[in-house]
């Protein structure tokens, strides 16, 4: 093992208010720590927040299990070292991939957060991300760095190919928009965050976001300045953990409008978003990286910027970009047993 990885170790939640799926022993899940989501009808998205969240449309989903939590570090790690797995942000990007690129950006990298030190504008995110040189799972804020000492938090630095391979590993998948946004409300339909209508119920902070003005300060009071470890917030409706603040989450959609949805006559059943060649960023012609849906918000997210530790809130991300704010969960659709 090296000695930027966690020891393997147990990283399932330890708060004593997570409770089970109703009536759904775990002894029936198909791995551990994987909760029984039942089906149902929803209203997916919102109206009343970033344009990309509108319009609110209903759909239904088949019931599935899904992972209690983000896949942690010490997880990952286990995953690594049976399949002796390199990640993206761990190999230098093939020249023939990104024709006209400077090559000193061709190199093992990932994209890290930086704390600027003076005021910045909020209109370009080069201000505040960097691409680090070393960054990645191993080594989460680059060079020196070490995830040794953190094997309950969220794995990140993690591109698509990388979640896609440890789910396949798993015997698992990744949830689709529709899937993770159910999952998230915990049977809150309709409600802002993922535990009501109350950023902070009886002054109590229920996920990690950012706490002052982004991204010169966080004052941390919700007890966390970066990531927290798995199991650090209350469970949703449930049981499901941390669905908002933390991480972004990778779904399988291919990123792309509500609108063909929103249209159809009645309730979309079980969705899968919208086409990869649909997913291309119209606003970078001649680019043709396909992007994911990504949901949840992060603990980056703040009340001046990115108000997105919301259900409805979801973004695009590149499939070939990895960040420090970017993790995952899986999930399973297996039949419940009888």
């Known amino acids: 093992m090296s000695n930027d990885e966690p020891a393997v170790l147990d990283a399932r939640p330890r708060r004593d208010d997570r409770e089970p799926s109703p009536g759904v022993p775990e002894s029936e899940a198909p791995g551990p720590g994987m909760i029984w989501i039942p089906g149902g009808t929803f209203r997916m998205g919102s109206d009343d927040h970033y344009p990309e969240e509108s319009p609110t449309h209903q759909v239904g989903v088949d019931g599935f299990w899904m992972d209690a939590h983000t896949v942690t570090n010490a997880e990952f790690s286990r995953f690594v ?30 994209a890290v957060f930086r704390q600027p030190t003076r005021p ?30 953190l094997p309950d ?7 698509w190919e990388d979640v896609a391979a440890y789910a396949e590993w798993a015997g698992k998948e990744l ?38 003005e982004f991204p010169l300060h966080n004052s941390g009071e919700d007890g966390y300045r970066g990531t927290a470890p798995v199991g ?3 469970p949703n409706g449930y049981g499901l ?26 309730s979309v059943e079980d969705p899968r978003g919208g086409t990869r060649e649909g997913s291309h960023d119209p606003a970078v012609p001649g680019t043709e990286i396909p992007r994911k849906v990504m949901k949840g918000g992060s603990h980056l997210c703040a009340p001046n910027y990115c108000r997105r530790y919301r259900p409805a809130a979801r973004m695009a991300q590149p499939i070939d970009t990895s960040t420090s704010h970017l993790g995952f969960r899986c999930v399973s659709r297996g039949a419940r047993s009888a």
């Open 81 to 110: 070292k049976q399949t002796r797995y390199v990640t993206s942000a761990e190999r230098a990007p093939d020249p023939a991939d990104y024709p006209g690129a400077v090559p000193e950006l061709l190199v093992a990298a990932s």
């Open 175 to 212: 949830p689709t928009e529709a899937e993770w946004e159910y999952a998230a409300r915990g049977g809150l339909d309709g409600a802002t965050y993922a535990w009501g209508d109350e950023l902070t119920p009886g002054g109590r902070w229920m996920a990690n976001t950012w706490q002052g």
């Open 232 to 234: 650090s917030y209350p």
């Open 241 to 266: 953990l941390e669905m908002t603040g933390n991480v972004w989450e990778w779904t399988s959609d291919w990123y792309g409008a509500h609108e063909p949805a929103a249209h159809a006559c009645c």
């Open 120 to 149: 910045v504008s909020l209109d370009n995110p080069y201000n505040w991300w960097t691409y680090v040189p070393g960054a990645s799972w191993r080594q989460p804020q680059g060079p020196g760095s070490s995830v040794k000492r």
């Open 153 to 159: 938090h969220p794995v990140v630095h993690v591109a």
